[in-house]
């Protein structure tokens, strides 16, 4: 009989879900019973509280994140004897949600216009719009292509930097090599693209000084990706409009990092797209029936590559 070990902050919720599933053959252990838990073939939790408890589960065969991110399980030092999934599919109407309202507050001149308010100041200049601005997305998964296709809802041209073969009938062009030649017109920068070796620092001083002084970047991807330096001096140089990120190379952020008083810059701490438990559930329950036929499980992680 299946048994699965749930490891999260919201592990009573997590339990009520999965049990109103009625998912055949499974026992749910607590993570309290210490002496079972070497008996659980699946893990469903939070990467970073599964590591520590990797050496006690002696039976595992499986690890479901409820994280599309999952670092924290990719050490070369820790095992790899099991399949790990992570959570994919369910992050893009989150973090298109999110894109859009900065990109529309931006375009409106929502915090100009607040401000302007504040100081009984009539601020009478025009707004801009979004149609017909071109937004780049590095990464075209799940996620950007969602983005893409709001995108084009809002008649925007797109364009997606890509490694993989992910495509989207949202996307214009498609630059593989060539990072300068994509940043090159763009009026948003947004990075969606996972913390693996290939991407760390990808947007250094080169790409910064590369953009057009309006563009405004956003990202939601892992702080991995940027030069932080590089950034912080584009934006204090005013090369670039402002920077919306959410994530960041050492979260949380130390109080001494130069980002909390960098002009130009909003920061959102790691809440753009929350896991919420009854959707992961809805992906567990798939993985769990085809789990129990054998099957292949959907969004297995490559450890090497690192999604």
């Known amino acids: ?36 838990t070497s008996e659980c073939d699946i893990v469903l939790g939070e990467p970073a509280r599964i590591r520590e408890h990797l050496p006690a589960l002696k039976n ?22 099991y399949t790990l999934t992570n959570a994919r599919g369910v992050f893009g109407e989150l973090m298109t949600e999110y894109i859009f309202g900065y990109l529309l507050a931006h375009e409106r001149r929502i915090f100009k216009l607040r401000q ?3 100081e009984k100041y009539w601020d009478g200049q025009n707004n801009g719009t979004l149609r017909g601005k071109t937004i780049g997305l590095l990464g075209v998964g799940s996620i950007g292509a969602e983005v893409a296709r709001t995108a084009k809802h809002f008649k925007m041209n797109v364009r997606g930097y890509t490694h993989s073969s992910e495509t989207s009938s949202d ?41 057009r002084k309006h563009v405004l970047f956003i990202n939601v991807g892992r702080g991995s990706a940027v030069d932080e330096d590089a950034l912080e001096k584009a934006l204090r140089e005013e090369k670039i409009a402002g920077a919306i990120l959410d994530v960041f190379s050492e979260e949380p952020l130390p109080k001494e990092h130069p980002f909390w008083t960098t002009p130009n810059l909003l920061m959102t701490f790691h809440t753009a797209a929350l896991s919420l438990p009854v959707y992961i559930v809805d992906l567990f329950v798939e993985n769990y029936h085809r789990y129990l036929k054998g099957d292949a499980l959907n969004y297995q992680v490559d450890f090497e590559r690192g999604y």
């Open 60 to 81: 595992l065969r499986w690890v479901q994140s409820i994280w599309a991110g999952v670092e924290p399980l990719l050490a070369p030092n820790l095992r790899r004897d």
């Open 116 to 118: 302007a308010q504040v």
């Open 171 to 211: 996307v214009d062009m498609y630059y593989h090599d060539n990072l300068l030649e994509f940043v090159d017109g763009l009026d948003y920068l947004v990075n969606i693209l996972p913390n693996t070796p290939s991407t760390r620092k990808l947007l250094d001083a080169s790409v910064f000084q590369k953009l």
């Open 1 to 36: 009989m299946p048994k699965l070990l749930i490891i999260t902050q919201k592990n009573d919720e997590y339990e009520s879900l999965i049990r109103a599933a009625n998912l055949p053959d499974l026992e749910i252990l607590s993570i309290q019973d210490d002496k079972r």
